[in-house]
């Protein structure tokens, strides 16, 4: 490592030298990393101890992580494995990214923030972390080469949009810890046939499954009291609905079964 109390001036003459490890003991910013990770061409890995922000950021060709979140993902790999110790996969940070066909996420990790994985059309598989509690908004929209995630017990909440238009999935089951669902978490997934729902969830979203036209049914847990808005709107495939409590005792919201021909009631 070479350790240096340099001017960001001096630190773009160090870097272009092809130093191999780096190490900033100064007041470096985040923001001038990023400026440094877009002029750089050669494979280089830089940890910065920031006193600005009292929190470590750590580098590579591949992983921009701050702290315990991983900000970016550069690299082009098929395979990638989230280095051990992030905690938070944070917005965007594979988003768009058309090369990855796989992700593995260490335990460590417990948050997956807005849109994260968005657009990553080639990505096929997704193993997460068993401590996992938050997939955020938009997180997986347009992930259009997953068939099912395997979701862990830990999972609490899944927001708005999550998954939208993950076209290529087919089923869907979500494990009992899973206590809240955005609104339209899986609308216009066109491929998806089956469901299960979480054993303790208190109501169906609006527009939750709005366009999944391959459903044909829908067992509701005990615990779901209402249906939102426009839930199943244009589910045209969709036969039935069963629920213990009987489907007319239902709170059920505007055209929440709205365009859904086939269902017998």
């Given at each position: 490592?070479?350790?240096?109390?340099?001017?960001?001036?001096?630190?773009?003459?160090?870097w272009r030298r092809q130093l191999k490890n780096f190490q900033d003991k100064?007041?470096?910013?985040?923001?001038?990393?990023?400026?440094?990770?877009?002029?750089?061409?050669?494979?280089?890995?830089?940890?910065?101890?920031?006193?600005?922000?009292?929190?470590?950021?750590?580098?590579?060709?591949?992983?921009?992580?701050?702290?315990?979140?991983?900000?970016?993902?550069?690299?082009?790999?098929?395979?990638?494995?989230?280095?051990?110790g992030v905690k938070i996969i944070g917005d965007y940070a594979f988003g768009?990214?058309?090369?990855?066909?796989?992700?593995?996420?260490?335990?460590?990790?417990?948050?997956?923030?807005?849109?994260?994985?968005?657009?990553?059309?080639?990505?096929?598989?997704?193993?997460?972390?068993?401590?996992?509690?938050?997939?955020?908004?938009?997180?997986?929209?347009?992930?259009?080469?997953?068939?099912?995630?395997?979701?862990?017990?830990?999972?609490?909440?899944?927001?708005?949009?999550?998954?939208?238009?993950?076209?290529?999935?087919?089923?869907?089951?979500?494990?009992?810890?899973?206590?809240?669902?955005?609104?339209?978490?899986?609308?216009?997934?066109?491929?998806?046939?089956?469901?299960?729902?979480?054993?303790?969830?208190?109501?169906?979203?609006?527009?939750?499954?709005?366009?999944?036209?391959?459903?044909?049914?829908?067992?509701?847990?005990?615990?779901?009291?209402?249906?939102?808005?426009?839930?199943?709107?244009?589910?045209?495939?969709?036969?039935?609905?069963?629920?213990?409590?009987?489907?007319?005792?239902?709170?059920?919201?505007?055209?929440?079964?709205?365009?859904?021909?086939?269902?017998?009631?």
């Open positions: 490592h070479l350790r240096a109390n340099k001017s960001v001036e001096n630190f773009f003459e160090l100064g007041r470096t910013k985040a923001r001038g990393f990023i400026v440094l990770r877009q002029m750089c061409s050669i494979p280089v890995r830089l940890t910065l101890d920031s006193e600005d922000t009292e929190s470590k950021i750590t580098a590579s060709p591949d992983f921009w992580i701050e702290g315990d979140l991983l900000v970016k993902y550069y690299g082009k790999s098929k395979g990638v494995e989230i280095p051990n768009g990214n058309n090369d990855i066909e796989t992700v593995s996420m260490p335990d460590s990790v417990t948050e997956i923030r807005a849109r994260a994985f968005s657009d990553c059309e080639h990505l096929k598989t997704v193993n997460f972390s068993k401590n996992l509690k938050l997939i955020g908004e938009y997180a997986f929209h347009k992930c259009n080469s997953i068939n099912k995630f395997d979701f862990p017990m830990s999972l609490k909440a899944i927001e708005k949009h999550a998954f939208m238009s993950c076209i290529g999935m087919t089923q869907l089951e979500l494990s009992d810890s899973v206590s809240s669902i955005g609104v339209g978490a899986f609308v216009g997934c066109v491929n998806l046939e089956r469901i299960k729902l979480p054993s303790n969830l208190k109501s169906i979203p609006p527009y939750s499954f709005q366009n999944c036209y391959r459903i044909q049914f829908v067992y509701l847990p005990d615990s779901v009291e209402s249906i939102g808005d426009c839930a199943f709107r244009y589910c045209s495939n969709l036969e039935r609905v069963a629920s213990s409590r009987g489907f007319s005792s239902l709170r059920r919201g505007h055209e929440a079964f709205y365009g859904c021909g086939k269902l017998i009631r």
